[in-house]
């Protein structure tokens, strides 16, 4: 049984449709906090099972069967470290034999603010003993693809990153990469970072939106701080006006920029390009 836990969320449907191509739907469980989110998958014949992070309750009944699996990290930033043990301390008392995790580029050495929690969950399932594979991923095509609208509007992409280059893939490649790790025959290796083969700049991002848009766009980069009040400013909430520009300036020092050659080996074809996210994006 491969056990997917945040199953609801958006990089969790694409590794149950992923896993779906490769295993009985009965083999599989989402695990999520919110079953009724979830209603689609049982239909599928998947298992849905309650799973809380912060409900540690739940994650025994949730795992048991568990030969694999899944911690997709918490979208509830400051409380990843705690929800996280919960993960890996029920994933012991399952008894499993392989705990996978979507940790974050380098997240050893990441100038990243948002890396803190992950290097303190990497070293959560290090000293649990239990067999584990770190997936450390990059930046999402879709953190720039789904986000179109203000940019269109305004003809700017805003931002602190420089000239930082950004190697994103798309949560589909990144979730393709998960189930290949989940169903390999033979153990899968301790640690892959993950990025995107083709990297880009802000500014070449700005570029290619003026492109395919036939708008004029341009990237207006400005020091962190500028960025971060511009973001408080449109209603950004300060927790993540404060992760969005200590982002763009880890961007600025190399923090998103990775090799593209481990994500496409793992999911055997090239990660999708920036250039056909936004074309897909710009459809709809
Ligand atoms: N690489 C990147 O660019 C990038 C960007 C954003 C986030 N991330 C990280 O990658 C993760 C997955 O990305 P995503 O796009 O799938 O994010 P997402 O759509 O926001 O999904 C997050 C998932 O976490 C679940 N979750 C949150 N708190 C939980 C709790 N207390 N107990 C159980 N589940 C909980 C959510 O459940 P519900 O469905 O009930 O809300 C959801 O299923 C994120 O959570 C975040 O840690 C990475």
Redesign the pocket.
Known sequence: MIVI????????QHVIAELLKKTAASNIVAA???VA?ARHLAALGVQVRE????RPETLDSAFRGAEKILL?????VGQRVP?HRNVIDAAKRAGVKLIAY?S?LRADTSVLGLADEHRATEADIRASGLPYTLLR????LE?YAEHLEPVLAHGAVLGAAGEGRISAAA?ADYAAAAVAVLTMRTAPEAVYELAGAASFTLAELAAEVARQSGKEIVYNDMPQAQYKAVLLEIGVPESMAQLLSDSDAGAKQGALEGSGAALRALIGRPTATLAAALQAALKN
């Not at 799973?51 to 912060?54: H, L, N, Q």
């Not at 991923?137 to 999402?140: E, H, K, L, M």
């Open positions: 836990t945040g199953a609801s969320g958006q990089l969790g999520v906090r919110n989110k799973a809380d992070y912060g997709i990290s918490s979208s509830e929800q979507t974050v991923n990059g930046w999402y953190n949560r």
